[in-house]
């Protein structure tokens, strides 16, 4: 017998368990017949960590503490950098693999969810290695081994054939970029000794691009690139930058849309040299920062300040129990001074999908 969602698999009661466990998730995104998309594995920065830096990090890029999770299921902070869900979670959703995406690390992970997918991401990480070094959080290349480590364990789980299967065809997420433009260059001003900006883009497009051709010859193919957002309208870059009416800080916001068009580039150079690949610059920068400007058109009432705190420069362990909260999140755009409400991520990802999705298959 062969079972529905994974014609290639021989029936056996543990593999029944794990495919039974997708089967059951209603995909809200339509693939075509004959497309599969059997896992979602993340990559990157605090946008998409589901709790990876709680475990053995020593590193102030964490959020493992109330208020944290607030609208998580059992409200539970599980380290994901929100009230709620983050795109990690509702691209695997979306795609109807699962609820959650777990995260790699996660000492309570189960073996049945490795066939499915996982996440590597690590808040603080990007795409410099000092950026990750600064933030104690996991490289670029610490990021490349777990995945090694994952292979190694799937074919354990699965045998060799069904893991290429999967890694062929699973959509790979990469999300850096954000903690590199917004902390190491324009914050700390370290890389400013050495590069102007336009000059340290094309280091991290450097690094980049060796990160994307490790994950190909790995064995991906569907490679989902995430542009860095509009990092000047975030709140804590406009009470940092913006003076003292928090103004959208301009010149962050050109540096990244500079930053952006170099990466479309290269992901194009990328598909051009790298056979059979489907590596996608997706846009996040323009559909956030209409969100965020226009917040009223979308049925928000602050669009300038975190929930948590004043909502001016709360983040992690600034925002935590003993920080006052708004009285509403479903009203705010971000929920702390960096990152967006659960509810902005999924229009977000469903938006993103709805416009990108075919491209990969």
């Known amino acids: 017998m062969k079972l529905p969602c994974f014609p290639h698999l021989p029936s056996s009661l543990f593999r029944l368990i794990i495919l039974v466990s997708v089967c059951k998730t209603r995909a809200v995104v339509k693939l075509p017949g004959n497309v599969s998309v059997p896992a ?6 605090s946008i998409v960590d589901t ?18 999770g607030k609208d998580f299921k059992g409200s539970k902070p599980t380290g994901r950098f929100s009230n709620g869900k983050v795109p990690s979670d509702f691209i695997a959703e979306e795609l109807g693999i699962k609820e959650f995406l777990p995260a790699y690390l996660d000492p309570n992970l189960q073996a049945e969810e490795l066939a499915t997918g996982v996440c590597f991401a690590s808040g603080g990480a990007g795409y410099d290695p000092f950026t990750s070094v600064s933030a104690s959080a ?5 990021q490349l081994d777990l995945l090694k480590e994952y292979i ?3 074919r354990g789980l699965v045998g060799e054939d069904r893991t290429n299967f999967i890694i062929a065809n699973s959509l790979f997420v990469v999300v850096f970029g954000s903690n590199d433009i917004s902390n190491t260059y324009f914050l700390s001003r370290v890389r400013q000794l050495q590069y102007d900006f336009p000059a340290y883009a094309d280091f991290l497009l450097h690094s980049a691009s060796n990160f994307f051709k490790e994950l190909y010859g790995l064995g991906a193919r569907r490679i989902a690139v995430f542009s860095a957002p509009p990092l000047g309208c ?3 870059q406009r009470t940092l930058a913006g003076g003292k009416e928090r103004k959208i800080v301009v010149k962050i916001n050109e540096a990244v849309q500079l930053f952006n068009t170099k990466l479309s580039k290269q992901l194009n150079s990328l598909n051009h040299n790298l056979p059979h690949s489907r590596i996608v610059y997706v846009d996040v920068y323009n559909p956030l920062f209409d969100i965020i400007v226009n917040y009223k058109k979308y049925g928000y009432k602050v669009g300038d300040k975190g929930c948590c705190g004043t909502g001016f420069i709360e983040v992690v362990f600034l925002c935590n129990r003993f920080t006052p909260l708004c009285s509403n999140d479903l009203d705010y755009v ?3 001074s960096f990152h967006p409400t659960e509810t902005v991520y999924r229009k977000l990802i469903t938006s993103l999908l709805g416009k990108y999705l075919d491209k990969f298959l």
């Open 152 to 154: 190694g364990k799937l």
């Open 51 to 68: 709790g990876n830096n709680n475990n053995n990090l020593v590193t102030t890029a964490r959020c493992n503490f109330p208020p944290y």
């Open 40 to 45: 979602v594995l993340v990559f990157g920065d």
């Open 138 to 142: 996991i490289s670029l290349s610490g």
């Open 334 to 336: 971000f929920w702390d």
């Open 234 to 236: 975030l709140p804590s």
